[in-house]
């Protein structure tokens, strides 16, 4: 073999995100760490305590509740240790939460409250606006069977999306309970282990309404749907009597419609007096809410309709009437602590698409219309959303352990508040002291000590000071507001140069070529005056 022969180098890595992940970058880090602060200050203020889990859980904690129910471990990244154990990036934040609660509970309260914020993973197809890592933070109570627990949870999670920029009419809460849809369902001959895949089917058809439409969830009830694309998703091959039932639980928008117009059974149900209000009511909402006397009425009216339509959809099933009953309760509690129904709404629509939620379920919706990528206008949609798992504990233990949180999209509720132009500025860097002199490095380091102090973000230019060309172009890729210069001449005059780089800009952008000439917004101020001066000017963009 040829000694001499030149062993081939290794090709250099390429330069590139991987597929489904994206880096973020100063101004989005701040607004989302801004966003995580206010909302753990509404948690915080409700009793509740912060956790951080790891990022890793076994395969087997995580369990084999992730969406698609026919596929219980896929979706996760997962990998064997040296112990031929499998270990998985987090899917989701409940999960090690109900870990938690089994392992250290004997060391925790009951009931347990706590909140988390942190990115999961999901190894599923990314997408436009769907990535593989994303941010979610959550709060649960973990031991409480109280569905005061699950009212509290909704008026937090309607505070929360305030706290953060979303006005009070720009959202809204729906509430449901798993318990009602498992009545339905139960009237409709779906109940039974010999059902379960049909129920499967059933559940992640209806969470779909949104994406696909009455008709689109309607398909998937029966033979199936097939996209654009032409790949068809088999139905759950209901009857039509079946689907029909399940179509009325559902699409809560056209059995309002049929109520109007159906004035005998809606008198019968409600009482003629009560009729005539909501219909008057309701026909104002239809033409224009703003017409409304009174909103809240209008609001209050649609929770008493919902709950008399689902109080009839699931009959004479016991589940059914005791899920009926807890919305009520909640409806009730809510209403004692100033929650209306103009912040949070009975919806049967609402259903959350994971297997484990045993009773109410909750989603924020925003209400307020943004543009599309081809400029058609569409109603955000959902933030967040979660509800009662009371048998998620039980998998580590073998006790019933009641438990109910929410889960809010960090990242989807940013992207919300970019659409209305309450975030997605640019983040200001910080003043540059410039280097005119590499022996005073000493100095321009006192400066910037100097401002520090006084709670100035403040550099040093630390790159080549040669040219100093470099250095203002510098702060201005920095989004820098003011550069400090000093050369030998104003260091033994005992004053430095203060540019004014965002008014610079202004003028740049406005005044003629002698006003620019006469740079009025670069001045000589006293070395003395230099944190006075910089935070006036800080001021003034402030």
Same mark, same amino acid.
């Given at each position: 073999m040829d000694q001499?022969?030149?062993?081939?180098?290794?090709?250099?890595? #390429?330069?590139?995100?991987?597929k489904g992940f994206v880096d973020y970058f100063g101004a989005d880090v701040r607004e989302r760490n801004a966003m995580l602060e206010a909302i753990g200050k509404v948690?915080? &203020?409700?009793? *509740?305590?912060? /956790?951080e889990t790891?990022?890793?859980?076994? $395969?087997?904690? /995580?369990?084999?509740?992730l969406p698609d129910v026919d596929r219980p471990n896929d979706g996760v990244f997962a990998w064997q240790d040296e112990d031929e154990k499998w270990l998985a990036l987090r899917y989701d934040m409940t999960a090690p939460l109900a870990r938690v609660a089994a392992q250290f509970r004997n060391d925790l309260a009951a009931p347990y409250r706590r909140y988390t914020m942190g990115p999961v993973w999901r190894n599923e197809k990314p997408g436009p606006g769907r990535f593989r890592q994303f941010y979610q933070c959550d709060a649960d109570t973990v031991g409480s069977a109280s569905m005061a627990a699950d009212a509290e949870i909704c008026a937090m999670l309607a505070d929360t999306l305030e706290a953060v920029g979303i006005p009070r009419r720009d959202y809204v809460v729906r509430v449901n309970n798993?318990?009602? /849809?498992? +009545?339905?369902? @139960?009237?409709?001959?779906? !109940?039974? !282990?010999? #059902?379960? &895949? @049909?129920? +499967?089917?059933? =559940? %992640?058809?209806?969470d779909k309404l949104d994406k696909f439409g009455p008709e689109g969830v309607r398909l998937l009830l029966g033979k199936g749907r097939m996209d654009q694309s032409g790949d068809h998703t088999q139905g759950a091959m209901l009857s039509d009597e079946q689907a029909e039932l399940i179509m009325r639980f559902v699409d809560w928008e056209a059995e =309002?419609?049929?109520?109007?117009?159906?004035?005998?059974?809606?008198?019968?149900? =409600? +009482?003629? !007096?009560?009729?005539? %209000?909501?219909l008057h009511v309701s026909l104002a909402k239809s033409l224009d809410r703003d017409a409304i006397d009174d909103p809240v009425q209008a609001d209050e009216l649609h929770n008493r309709m919902a709950i008399f339509h689902l109080r009839e959809l699931v009959g004479n099933s016991v589940v059914g009437r005791k899920?009926? @009953?807890?919305?009520?309760?909640?409806?009730?509690?809510?209403?004692?602590?100033?929650?209306?129904?103009? &912040?949070?709404?009975?919806?049967?629509?609402?259903? &959350?698409? =994971?297997?484990?939620?045993?009773?109410?379920?909750?989603?924020?919706? /925003?209400? *307020?219309? $943004?543009l599309d990528d081809k400029g058609r206008p569409?109603? *955000?949609?959902?933030?967040?959303?979660? +509800?009662?798992?009371?048998?998620? $504990?039980?998998?580590f233990t073998g006790q019933a352990v009641p438990a109910t949180g929410i889960s809010i999209g960090v990242d989807r509720l940013l992207a919300a508040l970019r659409a209305k132009g309450r975030a997605g500025g640019t983040m200001q860097g910080p003043v540059v002291v410039t280097v005119m002199d590499r022996d005073r490095m000493a100095d321009y380091q006192a400066m910037v000590a100097e401002l520090r102090n006084a709670g100035i973000r403040a550099e040093v230019y630390l790159g080549n000071p040669k040219n100093f060309g470099n250095q203002l172009k510098y702060a201005d890729k920095r989004e820098s507001p003011v550069a400090i210069i000093q050369g030998s001449d104003e260091a033994a005059r005992g004053v430095v140069q203060i540019k004014d780089l965002a008014l610079g800009a202004e003028i740049a952008a406005s005044a003629s070529l002698e006003e620019w000439k006469s740079q009025p917004a670069q001045r000589e101020v006293a070395r003395d005056d230099l944190v006075g001066e910089v935070q006036a000017i800080l001021d003034r963009l402030a």
């Open positions: 001499m022969a030149k062993v081939k180098k290794q090709p250099r890595p #390429k330069a590139e995100t991987p948690y915080h &203020r409700y009793g *509740f305590d912060p /956790l790891s990022a890793i859980e076994t $395969v087997e904690a /995580l369990g084999k509740f798993r318990k009602v /849809l498992n +009545g339905v369902l @139960e009237v409709a001959g779906l !109940d039974g !282990d010999d #059902k379960e &895949r @049909e129920r +499967g089917i059933v =559940l %992640r058809a209806i =309002l419609n049929k109520m109007l117009t159906e004035g005998v059974r809606s008198s019968f149900l =409600l +009482g003629n !007096d009560d009729y005539k %209000r909501w899920g009926v @009953e807890e919305l009520e309760e909640i409806a009730a509690l809510l209403a004692a602590q100033g929650y209306g129904p103009d &912040r949070i709404v009975i919806d049967p629509s609402v259903v &959350r698409g =994971l297997g484990y939620y045993t009773g109410p379920v909750y989603e924020a919706e /925003l209400t *307020f219309e $943004v569409r109603q *955000f949609g959902s933030v967040a959303g979660g +509800g009662r798992y009371d048998d998620l $504990v039980k998998r």
